[in-house]
């Protein structure tokens, strides 16, 4: 490593000759790669953490070109008075329709719905039945006319009454249809069980990804609204409007929110952090040299302490320029997990500034020319800083090779972001120490003769009692590691709304049922849609944890050929004819009234016929009934063991031709990337600790020295363990991805240190924990602050990842100063290092 280090010695004393000219050309990269890193954007969309060739994503994907996505927006009107309340929807339909967009000169929407039709469906509802549910109801009216037939016998005695259970009874014969009634056939208004919420729903022009469409959208939409005399049509009439829709926008607009005060936070407080321990390290090694030469006042230190910001800085904010440059052009897009990492690398990029320029000021105070100190600083950090940032950034390229773009797009990001930093730090951030010097804005004095140094520590007290206890407390929590937990509860990872949850509880009991969250089969032609329907419905049956809730297709409901439909049309003749049957032709009942109403159709239907408001759900984009076969999840899917079970039921399903279908939802992504993250998450574990150890070995050529240099990192990880099992923490599928980020930077302190302490000798733990410890300190403490900016964010998942970055880094940082000096001390007394 050492050869590797000083072949490049001549680009870094090119910084000492040409030291604008380098400033220059990093500048202008930086300029360039900034232009392309301005039109990177936050992509909230999580199917598109998965991979394109993930079946269930291109499932979803044809879904969304054939039938659209979920696009609508609901206006939801509250009053006490239901007339009132319909003459306001039917104004803002009209209203809403005449909204114009410019910019796409286009409407802001396409269709609306409210008044629904209903009349056709209850004269033609058997027509719209299932052969199955047909076949119920013809059991059902048999049953009916044994039973009125049985009554009618005055000699008849029934001695089960007292045991049957009518509403049981009633759910076996004709429950099922009348749940299929009352979809297919809903109120004519979308309204709530007391009539005083009214909804309508629009169908936007726009795209959802449009997000600057979606605001003008909602911005228009608030003007037009705030322009209608609301208390003209009654004086307690409230409007609101938002749904997923809104929900969509927040979230974007969340993010970004929660990036920049991330950003601003951690930032500012590096910055503060750089200046406060570079002003005192400075002023205590000027206060340190000869009297005579100290002609610089506290003031004049006082105002240069922004300095040490500058020189690390900037070439901190060039490499970050550099890196999302490569980003745009690399993938063009940031994912929720990716957006933060600005942030995080420049928490993670002024590690190795500090470093370099630490060292740079010992030599200057032991009277070093600048270029001298330049080319020390760069060959005696150097090591250290090329081992610990290739080691970082090769733990975080493992990542690349996982499947889910949550890791691998994080990984690729932060390694280039470590690569251009240590590029940066090491052959950028020296001419500015040569222009500052000539500015002189650095203020150094060499140690004069008569500064005498304190009498060092020999020793690292108390070596034996820390060890015992580090050993003991990681045998503890190896021994209750399994106690380690995964939230599962999508819930508790996103983000609260207090708009969209407002306006849930203003719509709640509105078109309300358990049909929830469906997946979506498109199936190529009519015969395999039955086909699909026949197997999920044997799944159904066969699984007694089945978290299926019902199957449906409008095939099924509406024939496609002319020898189905006179199938149909002879189950509803034979339905005729057991309601004329003298024993129930009288009898008032509401399901038979339905029934009579309902078994009027003779003929096979028209397409036409079929209302919008029921075609909606099996339309494609091209007006046409498309083949899809409806699947919907019986309860919620925000439990991802529920939604992966639901997943692995109906995500799959292949065809006695052997031609296989894809079920599309976003739940069923969502299952995918959590199933995905926990088949990975291991490998990718391990592969980043098997990269760190295999580049800490080549860089020491020696196995003690690498395992005593990996100490702070296994025994910090396993404290990072123990203090989840102690507070109830959590891994999910966002910390997760910081977890390999973790090992690549937790293994720094233990390289810098053994560097250092190989090179000053025994018995010199005390003083490199004086120079260099206090260097690794204020390293992680600025990458610990560069993590803690998302501790402070809205969204739950975010900051999941800044409490395991910072608890993580956190305890590799403390065993580093604590548990690693114990055990070379340990060491040492027994001879044991050379």
């Known amino acids: 490593m050492s050869k590797f280090i000083r072949f490049f010695i001549p680009v870094v004393q090119l910084n000492s000759r040409r030291p604008f000219t380098v400033l220059a050309v990093a500048i202008s990269l930086a300029i360039v790669a900034g232009f392309f890193a301005s039109k990177l954007t936050v992509d909230t969309d999580i199917a598109n953490l998965l991979p394109e060739t993930n079946p269930n994503v291109q499932a979803l994907e044809r879904l969304k070109e054939t039938a659209g996505g979920e696009t609508e927006m609901q206006v939801a009107i509250k009053s006490p008075d239901f007339e009132a309340n319909v003459a306001m929807a039917d104004y803002l339909v009209e209203k809403s329709l005449e909204l114009y967009y410019p910019r796409h000169d286009n409407y802001f929407f396409s269709s609306a719905e409210f008044r629904r039709d209903t009349e056709v469906l209850q004269d033609n509802a058997l027509y719209l039945a299932t052969i199955s549910e047909l076949q119920e109801i013809t059991n059902y009216l048999q049953d ?29 014969d004709i429950g099922r249809f009348r749940d299929s009634y009352d979809d297919l056939v809903p109120p004519v208004y979308p309204t709530n069980a007391d009539s005083t919420v009214v909804i309508v729903t629009l169908y936007p022009t726009g795209a959802q990804s449009d997000i600057r469409y979606l605001e003008d959208m909602f911005d228009a939409y608030q003007g037009m ?21 809104k929900r969509h926008l927040n979230e974007f607009e969340s993010i970004m929110s929660d990036v920049f005060n991330s950003f601003s936070l951690g930032i500012s407080s590096v910055i503060l952090l750089v200046m406060l321990y570079f002003f005192i390290k400075k002023y205590i090694h000027y206060k340190k040299g000869a009297k005579t030469r100290q002609r610089h006042s506290f003031w004049s230190h006082f105002i240069r302490m922004p300095i040490p910001v500058l020189v690390i800085g900037i070439p901190l904010l060039i490499s970050l320029m550099w890196t999302f440059g490569i980003t745009y052009l690399q993938i063009e897009v940031l994912n929720t997990m990716t957006s933060v990492l600005f942030v995080i690398l420049f928490g993670l990029g002024i590690d190795y500034g500090i470093h370099y320029y630490a060292r740079y000021i010992e030599y ?6 600048v270029e001298n100190s330049i080319v020390l600083a760069y060959d005696k950090t150097g090591s250290a800083i090329v081992v610990s940032a290739l080691t970082t950034a090769s733990a975080l390229f493992v990542l690349m090779f996982a499947d889910f773009r949550g890791f691998s797009e994080f990984g690729f990001i932060a390694g280039m972001g470590i690569i251009f930093a240590l590029i940066a730090m090491l052959f950028v951030l020296p001419s500015l120490l040569v222009i500052f010097e000539r500015w002189n804005w650095i203020l150094t004095n060499t140690i004069g003769d008569d500064f005498v140094p304190s009498k060092g520590i020999q020793r690292y007290p108390y070596a034996r009692s820390i060890v015992s206890v580090g050993l003991l407390v990681s045998i503890v929590v190896l021994i209750f590691s399994g106690n380690l937990r995964f939230e599962y509860q999508f819930g508790n990872l996103e983000p609260t709304f207090e708009e969209y949850e407002q306006f849930r509880d203003f719509i709640r009991g509105v ?46 409901r509406f024939p496609p050929t002319s020898e189905m439909a006179e199938e149909k049309l002879e189950y509803i003749a034979e339905i005729r004819l057991l309601l004329q049957n003298s024993f129930i032709r009288d009898q008032e009942d509401e399901n038979l009234d339905l029934l009579r109403r309902g078994s009027q159709t003779r003929e096979p239907l028209d397409e036409e016929i079929i209302p919008d408001f029921l075609k909606n759900r099996f339309m494609t984009q091209d007006g046409e009934i498309g083949r899809f076969v409806i699947i919907y999840p019986d309860g919620g899917m925000s439990d991802g063991l529920r939604s992966i079970a639901f997943k692995n039921e109906v995500g799959e399903v292949t065809l006695d031709s052997g031609k ?75 910390n997760l991805v910081v977890l390999p980020a973790v090992l690549g930077i937790g293994c720094d302190n233990g390289v810098h240190l053994a560097h250092r302490y190989r090179d000053e000798g025994q018995k010199s733990m005390w003083d490199v924990l004086s120079s260099t410890g206090q260097h690794i300190t204020i390293g992680s403490l600025t990458t610990m602050m560069g993590f803690a900016g998302l501790l402070f964010t809205n969204h739950p998942g975010l900051q999941s990842i800044g409490i395991m970055a910072v608890v993580g880094i956190g305890m590799t940082l403390f065993t580093a100063l604590t548990f690693l000096p114990a055990m070379v001390q340990f060491l040492e007394d027994r001879g044991w290092m050379h």
């Open 144 to 172: 009916e006319i044994d039973k009125a037939r049985e009554e009618a016998n005055p000699f008849f005695v029934d001695f089960m009454d007292d045991f049957e259970d009518e509403g049981e009874e009633e759910e076996n």
């Open 225 to 245: 609204v705030d322009s209608i005399d609301v208390a003209s049509f009654h004086p307690e009439m409230e409007i609101q409007f938002g749904g997923r829709l």
């Open 364 to 369: 200057r105070s032991v009277g070093r020319s």
């Open 511 to 556: 078109d309300e049922n358990g049909r929830r969250n469906p997946a979506y089969i498109i199936a190529d032609s009519d015969d395999d849609v039955f086909e699909i329907l026949e197997i999920l419905r044997e799944r159904k049956e066969q699984n007694p944890d089945t978290k299926i809730r019902d199957v449906e297709a409008l095939q099924e």
């Open 660 to 734: 296989t279908y894809h079920a599309a939802s976003t739940s069923i992504v969502a299952a995918t990337m959590l199933d995905l993250m926990r088949t990975e998450s291991p490998y990718m574990v391990a592969a980043t600790f098997l990269i760190v150890f295999i580049f800490i070995w080549f860089s020491f050529k020696n196995l003690r020295w690498a395992l005593i240099a990996l100490i702070p990192l296994i025994i910090g990880l396993l404290w990072l363990f123990g203090v989840m099992l102690l507070f109830g923490l959590k891994f999910n599928f966002y």
